[in-house]
Nanobody, 118 residues
Framework: QVQLVESGGGLVQAGGSLRLSCAAS????????MGWFRQAPGKEREFVGR????????YYADSVKGRFTISRDNAKNTGYLQMNSLKPADTAVYYC???????????WGQGTQVTVSS
């Protein structure tokens, strides 16, 4: 079992930055992918990006490419989502998730609210 706890959400003005953290416990994330997702009110959950824990390769949705960066700290078993040049359209609850296959995520965090004001 993997437990995930996100932190770092908050209120920021458009153009600002936030860094979300996703701390994992229970087992090392070495065999896993960590994905980041978001869900805005009244909308479906949207894929933001992912990182392959072993090796660190990343992949991003077009909507955040060039603005968001996913990284991880192996020693802390923690993943990060650095969000720059934030827009009001980025307002959502952000979730991290872990899975052995990037098509399927078995473990989810509780979510953290990000609000971007115009």
């Amino acid at each position: 079992q993997v437990q995930l706890v996100e932190s770092g959400g908050g209120l920021v003005q458009a153009g600002g930055s936030l860094r979300l953290s996703c701390a994992a416990s229970g087992r090392t994330l070495s065999p896993y992918y960590m994905g980041w997702f978001r869900q805005a009110p009244g909308k479906e959950r949207e894929f933001v990006g992912r990182i392959m824990w072993m090796g660190g390769s990343t992949y991003y949705a077009d909507s955040v490419k060039g603005r968001f960066t996913i990284s991880r700290d192996n020693a802390k078993n923690t993943g990060y989502l650095q969000m720059n040049s934030l827009k009001p359209a980025d307002t959502a609850v952000y979730y991290c998730a872990a899975g052995m296959d990037y098509h399927r995520y078995d473990y989810w965090g509780q979510g953290t609210q990000v609000t971007v004001s115009s």
